[in-house]
T-cell receptor, first 108, second 118 residues
C-alpha cells in the first residue's frame, strides 16, 4: 500500500465549478500535512498547509481528519489557471512523502 | 524565500556514463534534499544532503549510485553514476527555508533537471 494515496484523475470541470480532492495516508505518526501544486514541466510549489481545524485561503479550503487519516482540498469557483496537478504531501520528521497527484483540468 | 537554480536543466546521456547535477541556493540553508520524479510518478526522496558530513540516503538509494556533495550551505551536487535507461527522470533539488506566507519552514524546489538515458 502506498504511504499517500490520491485519485490520479483527471478531473475535468467547467470554469466556476467547485471541485474536491481527497487523499489518505497510512503513517499515523505523520505530523504535518500539505497540498502542493505542480504545473506541467514545472517544480512543485506549496499551495497550503492543512490543519485539523480546517483552513481556508481564498477559494481554497483544506481539511484534515486525523482519526480517518484523510485529507481534502476544496476549490471553489474554479479558474482556468487552476489547471494543474495537486499533490497531497505528508511530513514525518522533516521528511516529505508525496502522493502521485490529482490532475485538474478546468475548461472554459 | 529561497531561490534555487539547477544545472543542467536537461541532458541526454549514454548508458554507462555519469552526470553531475548542481544545485545553487541564493541563501544559506541547513537542509537540502534531492528528489527524483520518474515519468507519471510522484516525487521520491533520494537523500538529505548534510553540510560537513555524508548524505543520508533513503531506502532503495545508495551512495555508490548517487554520490552527493555538500561543500557549503548554499551548494550541493548529485551525481547519477553508471546510468541506465531506468534512471531517466527529473531530478529536483529542494531546500527548507522560512516561507513568505507561512510561519513554519517550507520546502522550496529547484526547477529540476530532466535526464534522458539512451
Amino acid at each position: 500500500r502506498k504511504e499517500v494515496e490520491q485519485d490520479p484523475g483527471p478531473f475535468n470541470v467547467p470554469e466556476g465549478a467547485t471541485v474536491a480532492f481527497n487523499c489518505t495516508y497510512s503513517n499515523s505518526a505523520s505530523q504535518s500535512f500539505f497540498w502542493y501544486r505542480q504545473d506541467c514541466r514545472k517544480e512543485p510549489k506549496l499551495l497550503m498547509s492543512v490543519y485539523s481545524s480546517g483552513n481556508e485561503d481564498g477559494r481554497f479550503t483544506a481539511q484534515l481528519n486525523r482519526a480517518s487519516q484523510y485529507i481534502s482540498l476544496l476549490i471553489r469557483d474554479s479558474k482556468l489557471s487552476d489547471s494543474a496537478t495537486y499533490l497531497c504531501v505528508v511530513s514525518s520528521f522533516q521528511k516529505l512523502v508525496f502522493g502521485t497527484g490529482t490532475r485538474l483540468l478546468v475548461s472554459p | 524565500s529561497a531561490v534555487i537554480s539547477q544545472k543542467p536543466s536537461r541532458d541526454i546521456c549514454q548508458r554507462g556514463t555519469s552526470l553531475t547535477i548542481q544545485c545553487q541556493v541564493d541563501s544559506q540553508v541547513t537542509m537540502m534534499f534531492w528528489y527524483r520524479q520518474q515519468p507519471g510518478q510522484s516525487l521520491t526522496l533520494i537523500a538529505t544532503a548534510n553540510q560537513g558530513s555524508e548524505a543520508t540516503y533513503e531506502s532503495g538509494f545508495v551512495i555508490d549510485k548517487f554520490p552527493i556533495s555538500r561543500p557549503n550551505l548554499t551548494f550541493s551536487t548529485l551525481t547519477v553514476s553508471n546510468m541506465s535507461p531506468e534512471d531517466s527522470s527529473i531530478y529536483l533539488c529542494s531546500v527548507e527555508d522560512r516561507g513568505q506566507r507561512v510561519s513554519y519552514n517550507e520546502q522550496f524546489f529547484g526547477p529540476g533537471t530532466r535526464l534522458t538515458v539512451l
